[in-house]
């Protein structure tokens, strides 16, 4: 079984920077793809950010040009650094990846159990 931990979440000005952590753990052959998403209250979760094996990246519109989103492939760990923080960014963060934990065994999704960002203005 694999399991995400997220970290780094926290209170931040409007303006300022933030940067979120997340390491997988577990029984992991491969990772096909890792990144973020968010869940304001009362609305649905959304993507974020996404980071496929092959290097391409996928961003919501909202957070073009002031998130980003990497990987460290030796740890098994994905990043998302965030600038330019809006209250609308406030949400939690869910860490996400799709992993195959053996030769015969399928891709699954994993989500962490999310952190909390919140942006004051």
């Known amino acids: 079984q694999v399991q995400l931990v997220e970290s780094g979440g926290g209170l931040v000005q409007a303006g300022g920077t933030l940067r979120l952590s997340c390491a997988a753990s577990?029984?992991?052959?491969?990772?096909?793809?890792m990144g973020w998403h968010r869940q304001a209250p009362g609305k649905q979760r959304e993507l974020v950010a996404v980071?496929?094996?092959?290097?391409?990246?996928n961003y919501a519109e909202s957070v073009k040009g002031r998130f980003t989103i990497s990987r460290d492939r030796a740890k098994n760990t994905v990043y998302l650094q965030m600038s330019s923080l809006t209250p609308e960014d406030t949400a939690v963060y869910y860490c996400?990846?799709?992993?195959?934990?053996?030769?015969?065994?399928?891709?699954?999704?994993?989500w962490g159990q999310g952190t909390q960002v919140t942006v004051s203005s």
């Open positions: 996400y990846a799709a992993i195959s934990s053996g030769f015969f065994a399928d891709t699954r999704d994993y």
């Open positions: 980071s496929t094996s092959d290097g391409l990246t």
């Open positions: 577990g029984t992991i052959l491969r990772i096909n793809a």
